[in-house]
């Protein structure tokens, strides 16, 4: 009798551990759906963060694929500047040497003619021996 009288004590208490154990498992419970809550507004919190991210991402690609072609139409701009002004100096290099070269002509014409006149002039100075 005894031994049923310790075996009920014992099932009595394990019974009483069982149930005490539920309450702290309730309370576990609210605090892991507490924890499960915060999180949850962290990750709602980091998704916000990451959707702002994302559209000042997006506006300063915009704005940098906006320079790129600024800078790609002034550098296109300015080769043909460089490009026209170029071949206006070599047109104007050309027509100098053109008009060098057509006065260096008449000069050489002149000069074979000088040569031509004086020695038509030797000739006749020139006494048969």
């Known amino acids: ?3 049923v009288l310790a075996v009920g ?3 009595i208490t394990l019974i009483a551990g069982c149930e005490e154990g539920q309450v702290p ?9 507490a924890e499960n809550m915060q999180l949850k507004q962290q990750l709602q919190q980091r998704e916000i963060e990451i959707e702002k991210l994302k559209g000042t991402h997006r506006k300063e690609l915009e704005n940098q694929k906006g320079l790129i072609e600024r800078c790609q139409r002034e550098k296109k701009l300015l080769q043909e500047k460089l490009s026209g002004k170029f071949e206006g100096q070599l047109n104007e290099f ?3 040497m053109g008009e060098e070269a057509r006065k260096l ?8 003619l000088q040569i031509e006149q004086l020695k038509a002039e030797l000739e006749k100075n020139v006494v048969p021996m």
């Open 105 to 112: 002509r008449e000069e050489n014409e002149s000069l074979k």
């Open 9 to 11: 004590i014992i099932v």
């Open 94 to 96: 050309l027509k100098g």
């Open 25 to 33: 498992s309730g309370k576990k419970a609210r605090l892991i759906s």
């Open 1 to 3: 009798m005894v031994f």
